[in-house]
């Protein structure tokens, strides 16, 4: 009988947590059997962690690995601005080179995304994220790295009337990458990542929800990048899968974990044009199709994302005060999602070359 129980009392708070029950609420209980089984089990709280989010850490961290070695292995084509910032041993050179540490570079950025979530109790959010990292080359012409993300995402689902809901969530991001040039403009590499969140929802008359979030991440590309005259165009394809458990913590009547997981095809190219001998534009186009989602808790599952697929649009500009230091700031728009009304955000940061 208390196995029952606590399967039953599991469920309810499942669905709380979700918008879905309001105890003592006949309003919100009608409004709720309005919405799609699809918006129940991919909005509020659930979403942040998830891939179909445009602004998840880990899909910004996949792209900056991507754009880093895309930078990198294009710069040694030496051109304009890149030639300025970036000598490197070609690829039949380092491979003779036996020193394990050369090259290095460390970055740091600062990314503030905001977003309007679209679905009934989506979150409309604003995104603080924090990146430093490093990458060298080494043996056998390898580029190795290694990224740390802090990321703060503020919510608010506002949208039913007497269902506010706000969600805070603190994550910290590691991210280990390989990467090696195949040929003179071919590249490829692989990341792996680890994360530890801390969510906490409150509002709208329902129970309080706190978790922590384990989440493992991997992703694989490979990419070609060409520069001629004053312009250089790079592409690389990637295909990267997302694991999230979620534990609840001191929550009575909850004790199950539940897990989410997802797998995305991304495509990225970008244009570059080299204006100066210290500045050059980039204009890139990012599509993201996720190929399979997973979402299983002791409420209904099954197909996941009602909104697979999208596109970013971002132009970034950077500048090369020095031969070792260049300073970028650009900002990305997402189109072709249904799921958020607006999604937009801004980045900057700085790239010393020892």
């Known amino acids: 009988m208390n196995k029952y129980l606590s399967l039953l009392l599991s469920l309810f708070f499942v669905l709380e947590i979700t918008g879905l029950a309001s105890p003592g609420s006949s309003e919100s209980e009608q409004i709720s059997s309005d919405i799609s089984d699809e918006d129940k089990r991919n909005s509020g709280v659930f979403s942040n962690a998830s891939s179909a989010n445009p602004d998840s850490p880990f899909n910004n961290q996949f792209e900056t690995v991507e754009s880093n070695v895309q930078t990198r292995f294009s710069n040694q084509q030496g051109i304009s601005a890149a030639t300025s910032i970036y000598e490197a041993d070609s690829p039949a050179e380092a491979l003779k080179d036996d020193s394990w540490f050369r090259n290095p570079a460390v970055y740091a950025d600062y990314t503030y995304a905001t977003s309007n979530d679209s679905r009934a109790f989506g979150l409309d959010a604003d995104q603080h994220d924090v990146t430093f990292g490093i990458d060298f080359e080494t043996v056998y012409g390898l580029v190795v790295g290694m990224l740390v993300t802090y990321s703060n995402m503020d919510g608010e689902a506002d949208d039913i009337p007497g269902l506010k809901i706000n969600t805070d969530n603190e994550t910290v991001l590691l991210s280990w990458y390989i990467s090696k040039q195949i040929t003179d403009w ?133 500048v090369y005060p020095n031969q070792n230091l260049s300073l970028f700031t650009g900002v990305e728009y997402t189109v072709f999602n249904d799921n958020y009304e607006e999604s937009i955000s801004v980045n900057s940061g700085v790239v010393y070359n020892f």
């Open 186 to 318: 071919l590249f490829t590499g692989a990341t792996l990542s680890y994360s530890l969140s801390d969510l906490d929802q409150r509002g709208g008359g329902l129970a309080a929800a706190d978790f922590d979030i384990d989440t493992i991440g991997a992703s694989y590309f490979i990419g070609a990048a060409k520069n001629w005259d004053r312009f250089g165009v790079s592409s690389t394809v990637s295909y990267s899968y997302v694991d999230a458990t979620w534990d609840p913590v001191n929550q009575v009547g909850v004790t199950n974990d539940f897990n989410q997981s997802s797998g995305t095809f991304a495509w990225r190219t970008t244009g570059t044009w080299f204006v100066t001998d210290w500045f050059d534009v980039a204009v890139t186009y990012k599509m993201s199709q996720i190929v399979h989602e997973n979402f299983a808790t002791v409420a209904p599952a099954g197909t996941n994302s009602d909104d697979n697929h999208w596109g970013d649009v971002s132009i970034k500009g950077t």
